[in-house]
């Protein structure tokens, strides 16, 4: 079925499920009747940009009213915002993979506690290019760490698990078909490395800290491009691991 697939026996037995950081919860709200019908689910880092894309959406689907006023669902924390357009829901992820993967499993438990089936989500947001033009857009086939490898590594207690960062190759094909209908910017699939941090994490040369010199930024830089990296951001691997582990078609989509 389509149904999201969480992975955790526990969750059976509590009497109440609390979405701490989108002030949700099971006894609270009722999951079902708000968020059941909803198909698709994008997420990126800036809640103000957020609300502009459900703002968009609601335009696009030609939804009753302006949009001006969509309200945050989450409004009661500040840690997280989101809107909902039509079956869109419009969802902020903070920076980088510790904040998204918070969000992403209190977004999953929300998926399966409304039942909702067949959603697709993708994260949509900013990257740093890697020998492409300024303004292209890159669909993830892959999302690579650091060493250029498909995988999330996550300590878990005192052990390191290590999981699979595949993206629906099925939602990379359906995107590219779709770019070719947008002619304003180019389109490409490539690999998206994930790192842990923004400055040293990705070579860049002027942070607090920096421990390399530039001839070895730029042959590392090579390295990636050789191995397929296209674009470089911080949260990609973790969120290709979690929804691939809970059975959602997902895909990363950045400029």
Same mark, same amino acid.
């Given at each position: ?21 989108l002030d949700l919860g099971t006894k609270t709200h009722n999951l ?36 001006? @006023?969509?309200?945050? &669902?989450?409004? %009661? #924390? ?7 357009? $039509?079956? *869109? ?28 089936? @067949?959603?697709?989500? &993708?994260?949509? %947001? #900013? ?7 300024? $303004?292209? *857009? ?63 994490g990705q070579g860049r040369l002027d942070g607090a800290l920096c ?32 929804c691939g582990l809970c059975g959602l078609k997902g895909e990363c989509?950045?400029?």
């Open positions: 079925s389509g149904l999201v697939h969480i992975k955790n026996p526990h969750l059976d037995s509590m009497e109440e499920d609390i979405l701490y950081h079902p009747a708000m968020f059941g019908d909803i198909k698709f689910v994008c997420v990126g880092g800036s809640p103000n940009r957020m609300r502009v894309f459900a703002r968009f959406m609601h335009k696009e689907l030609g939804l009753a009213g302006d949009g001006e @006023d969509l309200a945050d &669902i989450c409004a %009661g #924390t500040d840690r997280y915002a989101m809107y909902r357009a $039509g079956p *869109v829901l419009s969802i902020s992820h903070g920076m980088g993979i510790p904040s998204i993967s918070i969000m992403l499993h209190e977004l999953l438990k929300l998926l399966h506690h409304a039942k909702c089936q @067949d959603v697709t989500i &993708i994260r949509i %947001g #900013t990257s740093g290019g890697l020998g492409i033009e300024p $303004g292209t *857009v890159v669909i993830t086939d892959t999302a690579v760490d650091s060493f250029f490898k498909p995988r999330f590594e996550q300590v878990v207690l005192d052990d390191v698990v290590v999981r699979s960062t595949e993206l629906d190759k099925d939602l990379v094909k359906e995107l590219l078909a779709c770019s070719k209908e947008i002619p304003d910017f180019l389109t490409l699939i490539g690999h998206t490395m994930c790192t842990y941090d923004f400055y040293e421990s390399f010199s530039s001839e070895k930024k730029l042959e590392y830089l090579k390295r990636a491009y050789n191995a397929g990296v296209r674009n470089i951001e911080m949260e990609s691997t973790a969120f290709a691991a979690l989509f950045c400029i």
